[in-house]
């Protein structure tokens, strides 16, 4: 890819052409023949991505951790010809179903799902949302509402931060702000996001690109969701502030197809910003933004995973250095930022980094987005200040006391997160703090697991999450998160000594990236819990 | 800035790894799937260390090493995680399918581990993509890109991943059953004129494989088809094994002592008889530096004739005297090293992917990889494929799209201003010509449209001064010279030709064209190019030949020929090569040779050319002797025997030597060494500092001239040979064979990948079963009319004669275009070329002949 040539995206060309009625073959000879990829090796790589082989013509059945909780296994087998996805987001309502249209079925039950078929389109409504002990930040918008549309935005102050930044004409002046704010990535691995962004203008390249990563796959978080929904604008200047920032003329939000109400409604508001030259060739910061929905596979919330999906490579994760900064996408250097992070960003310039910093710890500074699944008694999005201890904010955010009269523990960071029992959440909310203690905060959901639940069965489902989702590239994930499911199968269920717990320790300190080092994590504490409950 | 690698203090190097960090102090680190020389893939995690402080493990391959760092690489745990990854590795599921379709390569998928080694490698040496990574996440297996099978695949047969498979589920069918190698000789391939090193392994009096030399500069651990593969002839039931002398209408065998007084008495009696100038020499550029050098030593001073020439005539003699006349030296400016560090490539008239496919493949991954890079090429090859911009001009019509580029880079002002002013001469005079061209006329003879003339000049002009790799698309034209000084023009605008990672490369054919002319296998020129005409130079060859060379340049291989057919050439000395076939117009070649009163042919099978000769020497081959070659790059590499010739085949610097003697010279070379040594004191400009033990790694690349210089990659680096470059004013002429009443379509001949040149090796190999025939490509646009489908075959008829051949129909010429192989002597592709050629070099217009194609 040269300096100028227009940036393609095999993938997404070939989706696009799939959807529009292709055959399989064709739209892949179109792909590589504009793409200047073989055409065998794109055949290939599109292997790993199950949305271009399958399609998007089945229902899917959410088997995200809180649906698998809320009976998903009883839902799929009711339905026949459907394919399982890690997760559809809306956790908070489990069971949910994913329909041909894009329609999303909520809190379904097998019998009435023929009739929640027929219904053409569903729209659930928004999750509840709340703060806990802070200012709404990051779910300003969110918390009083549905402000897609861009006039609503632009009353609320959307796109001033971005106006402002451009016309003091600083680039500089906008990282220095977040960096004194303390932000850290959303993400899961939590790194200082003016940091990166420093990194990233620093280089010498002559092209630089901004990514909004808006695969949340994490199953027990939808923040993203909900904000790419109902605060797509703020998510919008967030990524253009960052791309101002890092001298970057192009943008992308990559949205995962779980998503298609995300995307939909990311891609009409981007239409009305661009109409308006708030964002696009005309703007005043000209920026050429694309949406591009993502292709079915977990891993692509991996940062350089996701890269090699939008080049045409398999959904893998590859060896840093050289990070995304240095040689991003097509090579040229790359900022790959969460959805919620970039949320923050215009409240950060708007109202300073320094009213940012005051909350939270000096370690993780601001606020964060926590979600309740339907496990709780209050399920929905509470934004708490980093800081507070994690069982009061179950109690007060979720409602639900945290003992174990009421739950067997709490699912905390999704599948790559921890399992917590009760008593272990006298712990502050802090990246660090967490980590200390063997936890990770992850995206920040919350899966509840109730008093009496099948310990065995919720550690079965993410095994097999672990082994379906791993993306096949390094040896110990791949290979051990196969033969972790079967000896689990075959009874192994030891996670302190023996064959499985071997197999759990190769992944988790010789994985190429963070998925295979991670998953293990919860599947032990969940198993240790077992063992204590059946000694 | 100390780190501790198991115990032992090291300094931290910026971006190193821990892997190469480890191996500088002596400490190995287990690995799989890491490839030396490429990009980590990290999949495999068997590098995994400890670092002290960390929970984690990191892979060494892709970790770097940091300041303070104490690692562990050999702990009791790391071992025991190794154990299990081992096993790991070989969980992929058994695919029971072994894949026994291609003539070289074997793909046994039960052996598979899926550690990616050979994807990786045939990424970047080849530049392709055979191997895939195919499946779902969780089944990941490797497969090759062709429908099924490795025959149908894209596979080019490099070896480079069997090179690499640590299970042989990729193996070489050919070395499959045969003996383990009972000793190994470095080399220099025998091929193009890439050079690249083997290791040839013999066992039981034969080859039984050749593997590329991974440290070798040239070709850095890669090799061809060829180049791998290719040896059978060695060992080819028909090679010739003794000297064969015409009685009659038949060849008999007779002995060397025979054979060299027959043809010492025949010599000096035709000498005495017509004198001198009706004796020619034409040397092989197969062979060696030092058997051309006697021989066109012996040829003149003891027949006193300059009619020496080489086959460098028939193809880059446009090139070199172009690139002679604007820099002061023929030969590149560049090196093959400048594909790496170019930031822009300019490919014109070449087709490197099949004729170099080593330089082909690093061309290809710097593409692939983001480099720009412009193809100037009426065929769409497999490089203008992945080329930024392709400009598909029509045949013979170089000149015009170059001198349009330089009127854009003049006229808009994106040229090298200041290295155009202080290093160059005649712009102003360039200006003032250009100026009077029409871009809209060249955009409409040419066939490429003025955009893509634009953007061809922005492209050359935006990213620094480009790579020109040239080939033989320019030099084989009537207006051979003149397409070279223009392309040169760009180079000079450019300010390209001096600077790393820029330049003239143009890519030189056999392995030795380029010696061939540096030893003074030219009429003209002595050897290190030095002028037959300039006392000095004479003087100084006296004094060490003990005669001087005559005076008055000979005449080049087409104006012997046609001496020869005139009757004025009487005696012929042929050292390999088959004038009969690869020479243009072969009835009057066929013609020429029938005249002579005496044609001597050395050679290792009997050609069309030897079998028409009185005498035949049977020759060693290139595994058969030692001496040295030149590469395109001007590298002087060692060649050495691996085997003995066959029978009572013998190198021809040795029977030159003893034709010397025969003839009364006290010649007493003991090796190709002394010959050497002769070389480098008769021009010592360009090799007085090369001797035999000089040159045992990578060889030396001339200019050398002193035993304490250490050769040169770069040319012109500081001044020009000629003091300032010289920009050319080139018109544009019509070729003789442009626009022919009655012959619609533009001929190119070349060649095929699987193929060397007349074939005499390659077409007695299992080559043949990769490529049977040879092939006319037509465009279905011109095919369809004429009622040829693919595979048909046609007779293709040009005002000078006609040949058939199968018709391959193919979008990668254009319409009017066709393109047509000469591999195979049954085709006579040679019968259609023409006498056409260019005025200044003599080099023939195989690039260009008026045909009309019927059905056959």
Known sequence: MGVSAPLFFPFAHLAVLRAAGAEFEAALAEAARISGIPVARLRAAAESHPDLIAGLDTPRICRGTSCELSGAAALAASVGSARPAYCLGHCDRAPVVLDARGGVHVRCEPRALAAAFADATPTPSAPRVRTLGCEPIVTRRLIRGDFSALGDARRDGAYQALARAVAAGSPAAVIDAVVRSGERGRGGAGFGTGEKWRACASTSGARRIAIANGDEGDPGSFIDRALLEYDPHGVLEGLALCAYAIHAREAIVFVRSEYPRAAACLERALAEAEAAHLLGERAPFPLAVRVVRGFGSYVCGEETA???????????????????????????????????????????????????????????????????????????????????????????????????????????????????RPEACDVALDFDALRSAGHELGHGGLVAIPRGADLAALARHLIAFMAEESCGRCTPCRAGSARARALYERGERNPDVGEFAEVLGVMESASLCAFGRATPRPIRGLLAALAEAQP | MTAWIDGRPLEPRPGETILRAAARVGIEIPTLCFVEGIAADGGCRRCVVEIAGRDSLEAACHAPLSDGMRIATASPRLRALRARLDAFQCDAPPEPRCDESHP????????????????????????????????????????????????????????????????????????????????????????????????????????????????????????????????????????????????????????????????????????????????????????????????????????????????????????????????????????????????????????????????????????????????????????????????????????????????????????????????????????????????????????????????????????????????????????????????????????????????????????NVQGNADMGSQPAQLTGYQAVSDPAVRARFASVWGAEPPTHAGLTIPEMLEAAAAGRICALWIQ???????????????????????????????????????????????????????????????????????????????????????????????????????????????????????????GLQWPCPDRAHSGTATVHATAFVRGRAQFSIVPFLESPEAQVPGYPLSLITGRVRDHYNVGTMTRRTPQLSLAADDALTLNPRDAAPLGIADGDTARVESRHGSATARVEVSERVLP?????????PETHANCVTGPARDPESKCPEYKLTAVRVAKA
């Not at chain 2, 050359?460 to 003149?482: D, I, K, N, R, Y």
């Open chain 2, 104 to 511: 070289y390569l074997v793909f046994d998928a039960a052996r598979c581990i899926g550690c990616r080694r050979c994807v990786q490698v045939c990424d970047e040496i080849p530049g392709r993509s055979v191997w895939q990574v195919a499946g779902p996440r969780d089944a990941p297996r490797i497969a090759c890109d062709g429908p099924g099978l490795l025959r149908a695949s894209s596979c080019v047969a490099c070896g480079a991943c069997v090179d690499v498979c640590p299970t042989a589920a990729i193996t070489d069918r050919d070395r499959r059953d045969a003996p383990a190698p009972e000793r190994r000789v470095r080399t220099t391939c025998g091929y193009c004129g890439v050079g690249c090193q083997l290791e040839v392994g013999v066992a039981e009096g034969r080859v039984v494989r050749i593997d590329a030399v991974q440290s070798a500069e040239v070709n850095r651990g890669a090799l061809c088809s060829k180049g791998r593969y290719a040896h059978a002839w060695q060992r080819s039931a028909d090679r010739l094994t003794q000297p064969l002398l015409r009685r009659g209408d038949a060849l008999e065998p007779v002995s060397w002592r025979e054979a060299i007084a027959w043809v010492a008495e025949r010599l000096t009696a035709i000498q005495r008889a017509h004198g001198p100038d009706a004796i020619g020499l034409m040397t092989s550029s197969r062979g060696t530096n030092e058997a051309a050098y006697l021989l066109q030593k012996l040829f003149r001073v003891r027949f006193g004739t300059n009619h020496v020439d080489c086959c460098a005539r028939v193809c880059h003699s446009s090139t070199a005297l172009a690139l002679a006349q604007v820099t002061g030296t023929g030969a590149a400016s560049a090196s093959f090293a400048d594909i790496e560090r170019a930031s822009c490539l300019v490919v014109a008239g070449a087709n490197p992917t099949e004729a170099h496919p080593v330089v082909g493949g690093r061309l290809l991954r710097r593409a692939r990889s983001g480099v720009p890079l412009l193809v100037i090429d009426p065929r769409r090859t497999e490089i203008a494929e992945a080329a930024t911009l392709h400009l598909a001009l029509r045949p013979g019509t170089n000149v015009l799209v170059f001198n349009a580029l330089a009127k854009l880079l003049v006229e808009r002002e994106r040229y090298a201003a200041d290295y155009g002013a202080s290093r160059c001469e005649g712009l102003g005079a360039l200006a003032t010509f250009l100026a009077g061209i029409s871009i809209e006329a060249a955009a409409q003879r040419t066939g490429v449209a003025l955009p893509q003339l634009e953007a061809a000049a922005e492209l050359l002009a935006s990213h620094g001064p480009p790579l020109f790799v040239s080939g033989l698309g320019l030099s084989e034209l009537t207006q051979g010279v003149a397409s070279v000084r223009a392309l040169a023009n760009l180079a000079l605008l450019t300010g390209a030709i001096g600077q790393p990672g820029a330049g003239m490369l143009p890519l030189r054919g056999q392995n």
């Open chain 2, 816 to 824: 009017g275009t066709a393109f047509l192989s000469f591999h195979f």
């Open chain 1, 306 to 420: 996701l890269i090699a999906a939008l080049e045409g490579k398999r959904a893998e994760a590859r060896p840093r250095p050289p990070f995304p900064t240095e040689s991003g996408l097509f090579g040229f250097p790359t900022v790959v930022n969460n959805v919620e992070t970039l949320a923050n960003v215009a409240w950060i310039l708007e109202r300073g980094p320094d009213a940012y910093a005051a909350h939270g710890t000096p370690a993780s500074r601001g606020t964060k987005a926590i979600c309740f699944n339907a496990g709780f008694r209050a399920p929905g999005i509470v934004e708490v200040p980093f800081g507070l201890p994690l069982c009061d904010v179950i109690e007060f955010g979720g409602e639900t006391p945290c003992n174990r009269d009421e739950l067997e523990g709490v699912l905390l960071g999704g599948p790559m997160g921890s399992f917590l």
């Open chain 2, 576 to 698: 390999g090569e088959d004038v009969a076939q690869s020479d243009p117009d072969e009835r009057h070649v066929l013609q020429a040779l029938e005249r002579l009163e005496l044609l001597v042919v050395q050679e290792l099978f009997l050609t069309e050319t030897a079998r028409r000769a009185h005498l035949v020497l049977p020759a060693a081959g290139f595994l058969e002797q030692d001496g040295t070659f030149t590469n395109g790059e001007r590298r002087i590499q060692r060649v050495r025997a691996a085997l003995p010739p066959p029978g009572e085949a013998r190198p021809d610097w040795l029977v030159a030597r003893d034709l010397a003697r025969e003839l009364g010279l006290d010649w007493h070379y003991d090796s190709p060494a002394d010959v050497l040594d002769e070389i480098a004191e008769v021009a010592p400009d360009l090799f007085g500092g090369v001797s035999m033990d000089r040159l045992d790694e990578n």
